[in-house]
């Protein structure tokens, strides 16, 4: 089992940034491929950006490259999101996921319960 609890949501103006963090307990986690998502009100949960656990190669959805960037400190078992220049759709509760295949765009296994970014225009 693994356990994945987010953080660092909250509000900002646009163009403003964030930085979410998503601890994860249980096992193995440098094994895991992490992912995050974000569900805005009245949309389906749609995918951000997904980073396998060997070699660290990340995966991103077209509407953050060059925004978002993911990391992962495996001695901490944690997992980031470095958002910048963030726009009002980004508005949405952000959730870290976990699998232990080799598939980003797949499906997760495990999932934390949220953190709520709301970006003002």
């Known amino acids: 089992q693994v356990q994945l609890v987010e953080s660092g949501g909250g509000l900002v103006q646009a163009g403003g940034s964030l930085r979410l963090s998503c601890a994860a307990s249980?096992?193995?986690?440098?094994?895991?491929?992490m992912g995050w998502f974000r569900k805005a009100p009245g949309k389906e949960r749609e995918f951000v950006v997904a980073m396998i656990w060997i070699p660290s190669m990340t995966d991103y959805a077209d509407s953050v490259k060059g925004r978002f960037t993911i990391s992962r400190d495996n001695t901490k078992d944690r997992l980031y999101l470095q958002m910048n220049s963030l726009k009002p759709e980004a508005t949405a509760v952000y959730y870290c996921?976990?699998?232990?295949?080799?598939?980003?765009?797949?499906?997760?296994?495990?999932w934390g319960r949220g953190t709520q970014v709301t970006v003002s225009s």
């Open positions: 996921a976990a699998q232990y295949r080799v598939d980003p765009l797949g499906e997760y296994d495990y």
């Open positions: 249980g096992r193995a986690f440098s094994r895991l491929t």
